[in-house]
Structures are given as structure tokens and as C-alpha cells.
């Protein structure tokens, strides 16, 4: 309930969510918005390497030993960081004595392996857990049977180590770990989003590698990007200027055509989106859109252009209810009751640019 009442930054009544995450994954690979710091891309492999010594039965329990020591290390990223600092996940339950379901491990998975800090981008956590189990059991195993004697093969020894990108901790996480990444750390996440191929040419790269910490979406300095990223920055920032036309329609509608504002809103966005010139099939010829999706987009555009507010009404009443089912608003005035100080899904997207300059802030600073 309170998670409701909070922002409402995930609402997609007009399902054009595909768009939004097919430019997101082409700006901004390996970020979701359920990541918090840049700090979590290095502490996971940090526990792993751990996990990797301790006398552990198999992989489940492997798993389950990461787990608890992610928990666990919530406490010391609030000692060691500035009471000011956000992002620490499991903060608020630690305050209340609890701990989170989903762990950091699963929120920067993706993230991960987009980065190549996995070397096997395949993989899953489960089954990394039980590699690195059997792997390190291998490794002991090895060591028993040789009785101290060195390897031949440089790799024989390296157990877990295999699964990550080579990276250690070079001082004691456990203890003394903050959210803040320290040089070392900043240098490596750097040299993996600069270097993986899902991410190389990027704008999050270009963006970390050129220093660059925009306060919006709409600020990245589209003149100073590559041509192919410019083009797709361009693409991806018409499509919210358009879109947000269709959503300040929905809560004209919803409102019952009572909310004054969204109705001088809407009329403001018409004007300048008229005047402007917009290629909405450049947009979807650069992604992998569904039929349904490309074409109430597609008709919204024409109503638009020919000033037919029944149509375009229609339409998007028709294109919630096909996205959302019973679930629909506009089908059910008695049930859902529009809020003139919450209108829904009222802000242009950013395709996690909200989460990216997190991550890029904090790689930035530790540079």
C-alpha cells in the first residue's frame, strides 16, 4: 500500500513500455531502475571470492552463505558512510530489524554481466553459485592432493576467480566498506563499461568516459556525441515529447475533462508539437516494437495532426483497456477516481537516465 502511494514512476496504462526500454537498453545497457550505487557491481564479486572459502556443502548452500553476508553487510555500509548518503539497500529494514527479499546480487546480476565483470554473460546466479562451489571445492581438493607443491598451469589455482573479471578487494569490505567506490574500484567499472562489447559504445560510456554528470535527460549535450549516439539520443527524447501528449490526453480524459490544468497542458504540448517536424518511423524502425504498440502510436499521431479529439479519445480508452484489462481506469469511473494533484504518468521519460547518473556520479567521483 505505502509503495503505491509513492512515486508513481512504473505506471504504463498505454503500454509503451517496449519503446521506452528498447531505447533505455541502447543509451543506458546494464542499468535498471532498481539499482541504487555503483558500489554493489564491485561488493558482489568481493563476496563471492569469500563464499569461495569457506567450507560450504554445495551450491544451494553457497547461495545461501552470499546471501546472509549480503544482509550482513548492510550494517557496514551505514557505519562507514556519511549519514547523508542514499542508496544503501536494506537500510530501512536494518532499522527495523529485518532484512530485504530481494538482494543485490539479483538487482546487479544483468548489470553484470552487460559489463563483462562476468566473464560468462550467460550465466545466472544459481548456476555461478554452484560454478564457484565446485570450483572451489576442485581447488581444495588440488591443494590436499599436492601438499603445497606449485602448479604448472597458472589458471589450476585461480578457482572462482574464473567466473569475474580479475578484481580483488585490496582491504578489508567486510569492516570497513563504505557506498562511496574508492579509486581502484571506480578505475575498474570504468575500464568494464568502456571495454564490454553490450556497452562500448554507449552513452553511458561516453558520458563516464568524457567526465560528463548531466542534472536531466534532456541536458546531455546532444552536439558533442558520435553520430550514431547522437541520432539515437535524438530519437529517443522525440519519442518522450510525443508521448507525453498522449498520457496528458489520459488524465484529460480521466478527470472527466474537468482538470483545467492538463487541459491548458495538453493544448500548450499540441501547439508546439505541431510546429515541429517528428518522424515517428525513424523511431520504431530503430527498434523491435510490437504491431499493437507501433500502431496506436501510429494513430495517436494522426488524430493528432488532424485535430480529432473523439478519435484520439477513443483510442486511447480502447489502448488502455487492450494493456490493461480489468485494470483499466477509464473503463471503470465508479471504481478509480482521478487526484488533480496525482495525474498519472505525468513526466517525460528518461529511459533510466535517473539511475545511469547515480551510477555515473559515483564512478566520477571515485575517479
Request: proline fraction near 2%; include cysteine; aromatic fraction near 12%.
Amino acid at each position: 500500500t505505502l509503495k503505491l502511494l509513492g512515486a508513481q514512476t512504473a505506471l504504463d496504462e498505454l503500454g509503451i513500455g517496449v519503446i521506452r526500454d528498447a531505447y533505455a537498453d541502447i543509451l543506458f545497457p546494464g542499468i535498471s531502475t532498481i539499482q541504487t550505487r555503483a558500489k554493489y557491481f564491485v561488493l558482489i564479486p568481493y563476496l563471492f571470492e569469500r563464499a569461495a572459502n569457506q567450507n560450504l556443502s554445495n551450491g544451494r548452500e553457497f547461495y545461501k552463505w552470499l546471501n546472509t553476508s549480503e544482509d550482513k553487510l548492510v550494517d557496514t555500509l551505514v557505519k562507514n558512510s556519511e549519514s547523508e548518503e542514499t542508496g544503501i539497500i536494506g537500510k530501512n529494514a536494518l532499522k527495523q530489524k529485518r532484512t530485504v527479499k530481494m538482494k543485490p546480487s539479483s538487482i546487479y546480476w544483468n548489470g553484470m554481466r552487460t559489463f563483462e565483470i562476468l566473464r560468462n554473460t550467460g550465466i545466472s546466479l544459481s548456476a555461478a553459485c554452484n560454478i564457484a562451489w565446485s570450483s572451489a571445492r576442485k581447488k581444495h581438493e588440488i591443494e590436499i592432493k599436492t601438499d603445497g607443491d606449485s602448479f604448472d598451469d597458472s589458471s589450476a589455482g585461480q578457482g572462482n576467480l574464473l567466473l569475474f573479471s580479475p578484481f580483488k578487494a585490496d582491504y578489508d569490505f567486510e569492516k570497513t566498506a563504505s557506498i562511496s567506490l574508492t579509486h581502484k574500484e571506480a578505475e575498474f567499472l570504468e575500464n568494464r563499461i568502456l571495454k564490454a562489447s553490450l556497452s562500448k559504445d554507449t552513452l553511458l560510456a561516453f558520458l563516464i568516459k568524457n567526465r560528463l554528470n548531466c542534472n536531466s535527460f534532456d541536458e546531455i549535450p546532444s552536439n558533442v556525441l558520435p553520430d550514431g549516439m547522437r541520432i539515437d539520443y535524438q530519437l529517443a527524447k522525440a519519442f518522450s515529447d510525443f508521448i507525453i501528449g498522449a498520457h496528458i490526453r489520459y488524465n484529460i480524459i480521466f478527470s472527466n475533462y474537468e482538470d483545467e490544468e492538463m487541459i491548458n497542458e495538453f493544448n500548450l504540448w499540441k501547439d508546439d508539437f505541431t510546429d515541429g517536424e517528428f518522424k515517428l518511423d525513424s523511431i520504431l524502425g530503430r527498434i523491435s516494437c510490437n504491431y499493437s504498440t507501433a500502431k496506436f502510436c501510429e494513430e495517436f499521431l494522426e488524430s493528432v495532426y488532424k485535430n480529432d479529439f473523439k478519435s484520439m479519445d477513443e483510442l486511447i480508452i480502447a489502448r488502455e483497456k487492450a494493456v490493461k484489462g480489468d485494470r483499466a481506469k477509464l473503463c471503470k469511473p465508479k471504481e478509480y477516481q482521478y487526484n488533480n494533484d496525482r495525474p498519472v504518468h505525468f513526466y517525460r521519460l528518461d529511459y533510466r537516465f535517473g539511475t545511469a547518473k547515480i551510477i555515473i556520479d559515483d564512478i566520477i567521483k571515485g575517479l
